[in-house]
């Protein structure tokens, strides 16, 4: 089982910036691909932005320019950090963290359990005019 903790939400003005993270501490021997969602009140869940495990990073269209994704391994944890900037009131969402299943090149480190991917709890950004 994987478990993703996100935290660096918080309530900022417009323009400013927040540094979300997402915290994992299983099999972090292995590989992960990383993304960042989030979900506005009465909107579908969306696509932000993702990293993978080569280091290749990915954006959506509405917030390329102004976040960056990045990545942190250390011996017993392994981060993916989304760096926001130039925030807008329309940013304003629940943001999710999503993890596929951790590999090692060779196969899935985790148990197979029926899970393909594992989500975080997510964490509130709100942006004011």
């Known amino acids: 089982q994987v478990k993703l903790v996100e935290s660096g939400g918080g309530s900022v003005q417009a323009g400013r910036s927040l540094r979300l993270a997402c915290s994992v501490s299983?099999?972090?021997?292995?590989?992960?691909?990383m993304s960042w969602y989030r979900q506005a009140p009465g909107k579908e869940r969306e696509f932000v932005s993702a990293?993978?495990?080569?280091?290749?990073?990915?954006?959506a269209d509405y917030v390329r320019g102004r976040f960056t994704i990045s990545q942190h391994s250390a011996s017993n944890r392994y981060i993916v950090y989304l760096q926001m900037d130039s925030l807008k009131p329309e940013d304003t969402a629940m943001y999710f963290c999503?993890?596929?299943?951790?590999?090692?090149?060779?196969?899935?480190?985790?148990?197979?359990?029926?899970?393909?991917?594992?989500w975080g709890q997510g964490t509130q950004v709100t942006v004011s005019a």
């Open positions: 299983e099999y972090t021997h292995c590989k992960y691909d």
């Open positions: 990293i993978f495990n080569d280091g290749q990073t990915r954006y």
């Open positions: 999503k993890s596929d299943r951790p590999w090692n090149g060779l196969g899935y480190c985790d148990p197979y359990t029926g899970v393909a991917e594992y």
